[in-house]
């Protein structure tokens, strides 16, 4: 029986057995586990064919089409205009074509489509002499249609039979993988907390670990992607989309792990918090002050003989003498427990100190158990990867999520009893103490989504072991004609017998649209510029409403035709044209074909990048890695003399790391050509020495067509129409922080209050395009530092922390999406909570929008910040404050310290205090009178998650947005009251 409710997020899969999965306690294996690691070395055959055969098709295409338009000219006398035509049509809108879908699909394979149908396209139209002479010969066109055939036939029997490797197994062993991966980590997360130091997390193991995560993880991404085409080749759609889910519960468990660690340490950094020497202050009753040290050394001591007793218990014994042994011990602590809130807290690293003391025990438990069960590996050895679940791992996870949340919910009650004995402290100290709390119930909860994540893969693992065992092979993909079939009748929205129980919202019917995968964001969106485009004709209303339509249509299409992407595809397809115009002038031909002209061409079409920063990047490597693969082909000719068996060697030495693809270039255009003339291949070729290759002229010539093949595209990326990374990148990031601003706009919280049940306040795909854009734009940020401009190289490092925050950010809207979605339904305690502080919240929200957009203006304008941006501190507190109040109301262990209160009286008071404190501005505006029901809520532990969450994670969004403010003002400046700026 799974521990996670069926609404919960993620959702759990229907199961394909129909019955319940039973098991029984066992403690996960202390001994040594083996730990086998294989690596993809090779992508996914189905791919690299599907793509080179679509490129030979179209290569093909506009190479029969150059012909034709050159035999159709030659007839009726138009030869020059017959050139013409070809230039603009196969070489400007052929190659231009192949551009845009380089920079549209962004993907190492389709780049080496691209340049396969490149270098045909080049071949055929500029070299062969039947398109300069005006007649059908479709030699030259077969010839190289055999050669790519050839070659890509060669590739995939190569790969077929000669250490075959399959996406399927890189998939299953980059799962092992990661899933090891992701138990250290989880491991040292809750090590790190339990000794109250970050000693853990910024050990060098710790970032290991997460590096070895991040690219086990890419790869399995990369293997997903491709074993799709094994899997629908072979009948077993089922059976990729139950991949599709294991990786998607990879996903949720690395982002719900990273959410642990940013609890942990938001509780370092505020035990680091010292309070100022000042009226908030705490002095001891000798007079001297007391500051927040980090943990005692007696505290150290009790958590090393707490952790030994742990170590023997590890996860939920079975056995009776152990399960009397965790009874002494939780005796233990409660001894201890009951003696500690004796004393009221006077620092905020005191709460931290009982917190662990109560609830470390079970803590250490389940991280130990979950751990445990991550690291187990769960596929096994190859060829067949058979799944391996032990079926009493879901028993035992439950048994010790069960034990750690009513320790927990214990701990948090005895904690809070502690705080309320200290009722002499100023309102900042209060908060500080509050904040604490608040923190060490964050990271139980953050424990606990781990926990359920962890059960929701079991489940996803079941299944997929299931669907391997039952499913067979159904091609349900080539029955193309089911597309066709009627749908199913949609229900009659005026018949109330077909209504439907729970109305999607409007947010959910219009799901975002994910960002395009593209190398660089698309720039200012169209809501941003329409308004800019019709607020003067909106002002005039007696102008002409024809002028106003056909004015509007003209600027729709030339803002149409200014897009990145299809002006980057208009250059390139310009660029191409002019270099391969010099190969049909009479004058320059000669000079082309001698100095191999088509070489440059090609480089042009590689270097070609949608920013100048990007071609500066390319075209530099592109230049050294030519420079070098020319001396070395000079070398290894010399030493081989020509034997094809040495020449082979020295290629794969060449091809390997760090030297790699940039000498491949140089190296195919001179070795492989000089050997294809020493065996007497008829090339007419003789001014480059024929059957005896004057492999100086060779590497000359190809040296100097390369180089200028280059030195051409960064001029045409530099003048036509110069797309700058670093524009784009403060356009993208300023669209990225205006976007933040209005998500959290909304009010995490508050869009629970008007539904039922509890939802994100993140619309479906919003969370992906946010983080995909994000990326974007770090790696823009890496090719805008290759650009030169007289105001001075580029900020790389201060942007690059600016990143960092930013990154965190946008980790923060995740840990709030995932605790708002977790939850079947808004309980009593958690709507009266949420009513009462309504006020705060929205303040704060406010706040954080309106830093976000004068964040995002700085970075548009570039120009220099004030010094009276406003600050959440103050109404952070107050929201703590709040927090406190309704605890102090609504909590159930002090309400039987009142029990001899009248219950009039407390609703009286409940009333003025509400009224006190309840007011969104604290002046008497908007007073927010919650309702009747409220006065009579018993609030649980579990119900102050929510606001758990939301203050720390605020807390961190509010701190990152300080850090940006800080590295802005240090680029652009600030301005002050002096400053004079009229002249």
């Not at 090891?180 to 130091?197: H, K, Q, V, W």
């Not at 036509?720 to 990374?725: F, K, Y």
């Not at 356009?731 to 049940?757: C, F, H, K, M």
Request: proline share 4%.
């Amino acid at each position: 029986m799974s521990t996670s409710n069926h609404s919960q997020w993620p959702p759990k899969r229907p199961s394909k057995r129909n019955k319940l999965r039973n098991g029984t306690v066992i403690i996960p294996g202390t001994g040594e586990r083996s730990h086998r690691q294989f690596t993809l070395r090779n992508p996914s055959l189905d791919n690299d064919l599907l793509i080179a055969f679509c490129a030979i098709g179209y290569a093909q295409i506009i190479s029969m089409l150059s012909m034709g338009l050159s035999v159709l000219g030659n007839e009726v006398g138009f030869q020059v205009l017959s050139h013409v035509m070809i230039l603009i049509i196969c070489i400007g809108f052929g190659l231009g074509f192949v551009g845009w879908i380089k920079q549209r699909m962004n993907s190492p394979l389709v780049n080496v489509g691209c340049t396969l149908a490149s270098i045909a396209i080049i071949t055929i139209v500029t070299k062969e002499e039947a398109v300069q002479g005006g007649y059908l010969s479709s030699i030259k066109v077969v010839q190289v249609f055999k050669i790519l055939v050839m070659g890509v036939s060669i590739t995939a029997l190569v790969n077929i039979l000669a250490w075959r490797t399959s996406a399927r197994a890189g998939l299953r062993s980059t799962m092992n993988t990661s899933a090891e991966s992701l138990g250290d980590l989880l491991a040292m997360i809750a090590r790190g907390f339990l000794n109250g130091t970050e000693e853990e997390l910024s050990s060098g193991d710790y970032t290991r670990m997460d590096k070895d995560f991040k690219a086990s993880y890419t790869k399995m991404t990369t293997n997903l992607r491709e074993a799709k085409l094994e899997h629908y080749i072979l009948g077993r759609e089922t059976i990729y989309k139950m991949d599709r889910e294991v990786v998607r519960c990879f996903e949720v468990l690395a982002q719900s792990i990273g959410g642990l660690r940013s609890a942990a340490e938001t509780q370092f950094a505020l035990l680091k918090e010292l309070p100022q020497d000042g009226p908030n202050s705490i002095q001891s009753p000798g007079g001297t002050v007391i500051y927040s040290p980090t943990l005692t050394r007696a505290m150290s001591q009790y958590l090393k003989n707490t952790r030994d007793k742990a170590a023997t218990l590890a996860a939920i014994e079975e056995s009776e003498e152990l399960e009397m042994e965790d009874r002494a011990s939780a005796e233990e602590g409660s001894n201890c427990s009951s003696a500690t809130p004796l004393t009221p807290f006077r620092a905020p690293s005191e709460i931290f100190e009982l917190f662990i003391a109560l609830l470390g025990p079970s803590m250490k438990s389940l991280a130990y158990t979950l751990s445990e069960i991550l690291r187990d590996p769960t596929f096994g050895p190859p060829p067949k990867y058979d799944i391996s679940i032990n079926e009493n791992f879901r028993q035992s996870l439950k048994d010790a999520l069960g034990v750690y949340n009513d320790t927990r919910t214990s701990a948090l009650r005895d904690l809070y009893k502690s705080i309320e004995l200290g009722r002499a402290r100023t309102e900042k100290i209060q908060a500080d103490i509050e904040e604490v709390a608040a923190a060490c119930g964050h990271f139980s909860f953050s424990l606990q989504n781990v926990a359920e994540d962890i059960d929701a893969y079991l489940t996803v693992l079941e299944d997929l072991k299931y669907a391997r065992a039952n499913s067979g092979h159904t091609w349900r993909w080539l029955k193309f004609w089911k597309q066709w079939e009627k749908p199913a009748v949609k229900p009659d929205p005026n018949d109330p017998d077909q209504e439907a129980l729970l109305q999607p919202s409007a947010a959910e019917e219009t799901p975002i649209r994910p960002v395009r995968k593209s190398g660089m964001p698309s720039g200012m969106p169209a809501e941003m510029m329409n308004r800019r485009d019709t607020f003067n004709w909106d002002a005039s209303p007696d102008a002409s409403s024809f002028l106003r339509s056909f004015s509007q249509w003209c600027l729709k299409a030339m803002r149409f035709l200014a897009r990145d992407d299809i002006r980057f595809g208009i250059k390139v397809g310009l660029g191409a044209m002019l270099w391969a115009m010099l190969a049909f002038l009479p004058a320059t031909r000669p000079i082309y074909k001698h100095w191999r002209g088509e070489w440059g061409l090609l480089s042009f079409m590689i270097v070609t990048s949608m920013t100048v920063g990007a071609a500066n990047t390319t075209g530099t490597a592109r230049s050294l890695g030519t420079l070098f693969g020319g001396c070395f082909a000079l070398i290894f000719w010399a030493v081989s003399q020509g034997n094809g068996v040495v020449l082979a060697f020295s290629g794969w030495a060449l091809k390997n790391p760090p030297l790699g693809r940039t000498t491949l270039l140089a190296w195919n255009v001179t070795v492989l050509y000089a050997y294809s003339l020493s065996q007497k291949v008829d090339d007419d070729d003789d001014d480059e020495g024929g059957l005896n290759p004057m492999m100086g002229e060779i590497v000359y010539h190809r040296l100097v067509s390369v180089n200028l093949g280059i030195l051409w595209g960064i001029i045409v990326c530099r003048m036509i129409w110069p797309i700058s990374g670093r524009r784009k990148f403060q356009e993208g990031l300023t669209i990225l922080y205006v976007q933040l601003g209005l998500i959290w706009r909304r009010g995490p919280l508050a869009i629970l209050l008007n539904s039922d049940s509890t939802r994100s306040y993140m619309r479906a795909g919003e969370e992906k395009a946010v983080q995909r854009y994000a990326l974007k734009l770090d790696a823009l940020r890496a090719s805008a530092k290759s650009e030169f401009e007289l105001r001075g190289p580029f900020p790389d490092d201060a942007y690059a922390r600016i990143m960092q925050s930013t990154l965190r950010i946008v980790d923060g809207f995740h840990a709030m999406r995932l605790v708002t979605s977790k939850r079947g339904s808004l309980s009593a305690g958690e709507r009266a909570l949420l009513l009462h502080t309504a006020a705060e919240r929205a303040q704060l929200c406010d706040r954080i929008c309106h830093v976000f957009q004068v964040l995002a203006s700085c970075f548009m304008l570039e120009y220099p910040l004030t010094d009276a941006i406003p600050s959440v501190e103050g109404t952070k507190d107050r929201l703590l404050g709040k927090i406190y109040q309704f605890r102090r109301e609504h909590q159930p262990s002090l309400a039987a310290v009142k029990e001899d209160d009248q219950e009039d009286d407390a609703g009286v008071n409940n009333n003025d205090s509400t009224n006190g404190n309840g007011n969104r501005n604290g002046n008497g505006k908007a007073k927010l009178k919650p309702p009747k029901l409220e006065l009579h809520v018993t609030a649980e532990e579990k119900d102050y998650a929510l606001l758990y969450a939301y203050t720390l994670v605020t807390a961190q969004v509010a701190h990152e947005l300080q850090c940006v403010q800080k590295e802005m003002e240090g680029l652009f400046g600030v301005l002050n009251d002096e400053s004079l700026l009229l002249r």
